[in-house]
């Protein structure tokens, strides 16, 4: 899709501006955020996402990159191609900003369409619109003349629901907020209006799944990220339902593959550009995911490999573990890391929120499920657990607090 063309689906003209050069665009608010988007893409300059909730070195950070795109400006080829910077990752370190643009984002949109058989998608959205989830929300509304509802997630939890608008309605929601909705009957009869009910952005655990499944949500387990303008595989809602817990298919617009290294490929239409200034010759990229595809084609992601722990010589998948003590009822949250260690090389080590009241971890209960390699050597209680916007937890926040 050209750069005009998004514009006019926008509702702005295309009006190129020969004095902008790159925009920012940073603001928590819907509507507001619609609208400084819209004219940033009309204006033809390179646009950056910034999320409101960086810190102030991350500010910085950005302010400096935006400052240099200012400098030198887009390139004639990258007006059309590698022009929409969208944030991925910075929590550990450097910002980085993935290339895409209105072609990367109009074939998400269509093999998602297809995929799912909607000829128009109508969503609500409690996402934030700076982050990849929330943007391409919008962007199949738009893209498919559908209705799009940005609602706040506070509200809906308050249990201010708005109405779902036809029978194609689709809203993504992360594992805890599907938790929290899950507690209260209205929420789980509202949320079974909807044809889809994306769950994504983190592991998924047994039993938030189980409960969803009698629940007949139709959930679609999903994967995607930054890189690939959102959704690469997804699982319908009536496999989900007979009892699959895979990350599901490739889409119609990519190709998925595990490669020898366990780790996950894709490649497709929907593949970034690069991270800016850079730029990828080829639309393949290879993810620090590592995963399997059964005999059904079917994906499922064992975790991150940077995140492997090696304790003792033995490999523990942190998503294994953090789903077995989930399961023992123990935790409302929890995250397992790997910490250094002189006599293991590394030591399994799990964070939970802090509870309110004194009762003492049942580690009977919990270690129960798990094989003597894969229990934690530590549980710490965190009194300010570092959950963003999106719900997800900060593990970077948490690594910090050890080496602190």
């Known amino acids: 899709m050209e750069r005009a063309e998004l514009a006019r689906r926008l509702g702005v003209r295309w009006e190129r501006s020969p004095k902008a050069s790159a925009i920012l665009v940073c603001e928590a608010e819907p509507a507001r955020f ?17 999320d409101p909730g960086w810190t102030a070195a991350q500010r910085e950070q950005a ?67 700076n982050h990849v989830s929330g943007l391409m929300a919008w962007m199949r509304c738009i893209l498919t003349a559908g209705t799009f509802n940005a609602w706040d997630w506070t509200r ?18 992360v594992p805890t907020q599907l938790e929290r909705l899950l507690r209260e009957p209205a929420a789980v009869d509202w949320l079974r209006r909807f044809a889809v009910i994306f769950l994504g952005g983190g592991p998924v655990w047994p039993d938030l799944a189980d409960r969803a499944a009698a629940a007949r949500l139709p959930i679609a387990l999903s994967y995607g990220m930054t890189e690939t303008a959102a959704l690469v595989t997804a699982l319908r809602p009536a496999q989900f339902l007979a009892g699959s817990r895979s990350s599901g298919c490739a889409l119609p617009h990519v190709g998925v593959a595990v490669g020898s290294d366990e780790r996950v490929r894709i490649e497709g239409e929907s593949v970034f550009r690069g991270y800016w200034p850079g ?7 290879v993810t620090e995911d590592l995963g399997r595809i059964d005999e ?7 975790g ?19 789903a077995a003590l989930r399961a023992s009822g123990e935790f409302d949250d929890v995250v397992v890391l790997g910490v250094p260690d002189q006599e293991w090389g590394e030591i399994v080590v799990a964070f939970y929120p802090q509870r309110l009241n004194s009762r003492a971890l049942n580690l009977e209960r919990v270690d129960g499920g ?26 970077a926040a948490l690594r910090a607090m050890v080496r602190d």
Do not use: C
């Open 34 to 50: 619609m609208t400084e988007f819209a004219a940033a893409v009309a204006s033809g300059a390179a646009v950056f996402l910034g």
């Open 63 to 129: 302010g400096a990159i935006v400052a240099g795109a200012q400098r030198h400006g887009l390139a004639p080829e990258e007006i059309e191609r590698g022009w929409l910077m969208i944030p991925s990752g910075g929590t550990g370190g450097r910002l980085k900003f993935a290339r895409h643009d209105g072609a990367t984002v109009a074939a998400a949109v269509a093999g998602f369409a297809e995929y799912f058989g909607l000829s128009r998608v109508h969503a609500v959205n409690v996402l934030p619109l």
């Open 156 to 173: 809906l939890q308050a249990g201010e629901r708005p109405v779902i608008t036809g029978d194609a309605g689709v809203i993504s929601l």
């Open 279 to 285: 730029w990828n010759v080829e639309p393949t990229f």
């Open 296 to 302: 059904r084609g079917e994906l499922h992601v064992l």
């Open 304 to 322: 991150r490999r940077d995140a492997m722990i090696i304790t003792g010589g033995k490999k523990v998948f942190p998503v294994e573990v953090e």
């Open 370 to 395: 798990l094989a003597s390699f894969q229990r934690p050597k530590r549980y710490i209680a965190v009194s300010d657990w570092p959950r963003n916007a999106q719900g997800k937890v900060n593990r």
